[in-house]
């Protein structure tokens, strides 16, 4: 019995580059090892926390290193890149919203989402500093 | 019959922790990452035992940090796991267990360590 072999199209290594549309996909998508990677060490700090003072103090020390310092500046930046292009690609992915017979405009959606997203931000820093 | 696709369940899961990351999620590496081990920007020492130990004993602290955690690993599993595509890399066993595994370990181990941390 023969194989199926199915045509499978060549595909060229960075053929997103071509195209800025591609390029803002892929950036977008980017984000994702570096959430995951954030999530990681936030997992490490509570294991950390569950062991005892001395566990606590030794992950405390090692994020007052410059390179975690430093990975925690990009991280930033990477975060906040994913929240404008979350929003940004919002009036997409969410079913169209219809106010007053009307569909709300692209622009509508992504500007409340940012909003939202500062106030929310805002909400956790006061609270973390107020905490305990 | 035929089988129900198991995707809308992790694309809600996907969905929830892009949400949740875009919401705080650059605040909360800001807090972690570099407030809390420099010592900035709230009173007191945010990096005291005693301190991160009450944010995760309490049950809103608790919750947060779970669902940050869990979600946030979700959330990148399901978004690299269909990139890989765009990489001309098939989706198969391996590519899953390092995507969703990940997320799943990550999630039980948050478990752990929140109730290792006592209530």
């Given at each position: 019995?023969?194989?199926r072999?199915p045509?499978?199209?060549?595909?060229?290594?960075?053929?997103?580059?071509?195209?800025?549309?591609?390029?803002?996909?892929m950036?977008?998508?980017?984000?994702?090892?570096f959430?995951?990677?954030?999530?990681?060490?936030?997992?490490?700090?509570?294991?950390c926390?569950?062991?005892?003072?001395?566990?606590?103090?030794?992950?405390?020390?090692?994020?007052?290193?410059?390179?975690?310092?430093?990975?925690?500046?990009?991280?930033?930046?990477?975060?906040?890149?994913?929240?404008?292009?979350?929003?940004?690609?919002?009036?997409?992915?969410?079913?169209?919203?219809?106010?007053?017979g009307?569909?709300?405009?692209?622009?509508?959606?992504?500007?409340?989402?940012?909003?939202?997203?500062t106030?929310?931000?805002?909400?956790?820093?006061?609270?973390?500093?107020?905490a305990? | 019959?035929?089988?129900?696709?198991?995707?809308?369940?992790?694309?809600a899961?996907?969905?929830?922790?892009?949400?949740?990351?875009?919401?705080?999620g650059?605040?909360?590496?800001?807090?972690?990452?570099i407030?809390?081990?420099?010592?900035?920007?709230?009173?007191?020492?945010?990096?005291?035992?005693?301190?991160?130990?009450?944010?995760a004993r309490?049950v809103p602290?608790?919750?947060?940090?779970?669902?940050?955690?869990s979600?946030?690993?979700?959330?990148?599993?399901?978004?690299?796991?269909?990139?890989?595509?765009?990489?001309?890399?098939k989706?198969?066993?391996?590519?899953?267990?390092?995507?969703?595994?990940?997320?799943?370990?990550?999630?039980?181990?948050?478990?752990?360590?929140?109730?290792?941390?006592?209530?």
């Amino acid at each position: 019995m023969a194989a199926r072999r199915p045509y499978v199209r060549p595909m060229q290594p960075g053929w997103w580059r071509r195209n800025p549309y591609f390029v803002r996909y892929m950036a977008r998508e980017a984000t994702a090892p570096f959430v995951a990677l954030y999530a990681l060490i936030l997992l490490a700090g509570l294991v950390c926390l569950a062991e005892g003072p001395e566990a606590w103090r030794a992950y405390i020390e090692a994020l007052q290193s410059r390179g975690w310092l430093a990975l925690h500046v990009l991280l930033v930046g990477i975060f906040t890149y994913h929240t404008f292009s979350w929003f940004a690609i919002m009036p997409k992915t969410l079913p169209p919203v219809i106010v007053d017979g009307r569909r709300l405009e692209a622009g509508a959606i992504t500007g409340a989402g940012l909003a939202a997203a500062t106030l929310c931000m805002w909400i956790l820093w006061i609270v973390a500093g107020g905490a305990a | 019959m035929s089988k129900r696709s198991n995707q809308p369940f992790f694309w809600a899961l996907f969905g929830a922790g892009g949400m949740l990351s875009a919401l705080v999620g650059a605040m909360l590496v800001f807090i972690t990452g570099i407030a809390m081990p420099l010592g900035i920007g709230a009173p007191g020492d945010l990096a005291a035992y005693d301190r991160a130990l009450a944010v995760a004993r309490s049950v809103p602290g608790k919750l947060f940090l779970f669902v940050a955690v869990s979600l946030f690993l979700w959330h990148a599993a399901h978004r690299t796991y269909h990139t890989l595509h765009d990489f001309g890399i098939k989706p198969g066993a391996i590519a899953w267990v390092c995507c969703y595994g990940v997320a799943l370990a990550g999630t039980l181990v948050a478990l752990g360590a929140l109730f290792a941390v006592g209530f």
